[in-house]
């Protein structure tokens, strides 16, 4: 089992920014891809940005050019830095990490742009 634990995210005004990280613990050797998915209010989880083991990056259209995602493998952690966020940025954003013995999440935090 592989257990997710996330911090940031917050109340901020369209044009600002935000910073969220996420920490693996537990069976981390199994985790090959970590990243962010988000569910918009009354909407489905979609993907933001992920990142495999080799460095490689996957990002949704809508954030590319202002979202970057990093991983740090010696400290097993991801972290989402959102830049120029807009309203329609505003969802729950969940860590995601996933590979050989299945997916895992973590329980989610709030992200409200203001506009």
């Known amino acids: 089992q592989v257990q997710l634990v996330e911090s940031g995210g917050g109340f901020v005004q369209a044009g600002g920014s935000l910073r969220l990280s996420c920490a693996a613990s537990?069976?981390?050797?199994?985790?090959?891809?970590m990243g962010w998915y988000r569910r918009p209010l009354g909407k489905q989880r979609e993907l933001v940005a992920m990142v495999a083991t080799s460095g490689n990056t996957n990002y949704a259209d809508s954030v590319k050019g202002r979202f970057t995602i990093s991983r740090d493998n010696a400290k097993n952690t991801v972290s989402l830095q959102m830049n120029s966020l807009k309203p329609e940025d505003t969802a729950v954003y969940y860590c995601a990490a996933g590979g050989p013995t299945g997916s895992y999440w973590g329980q989610g935090t709030q992200v409200t742009v203001s506009s």
């Open positions: 537990g069976s981390i050797f199994s985790i090959n891809a």
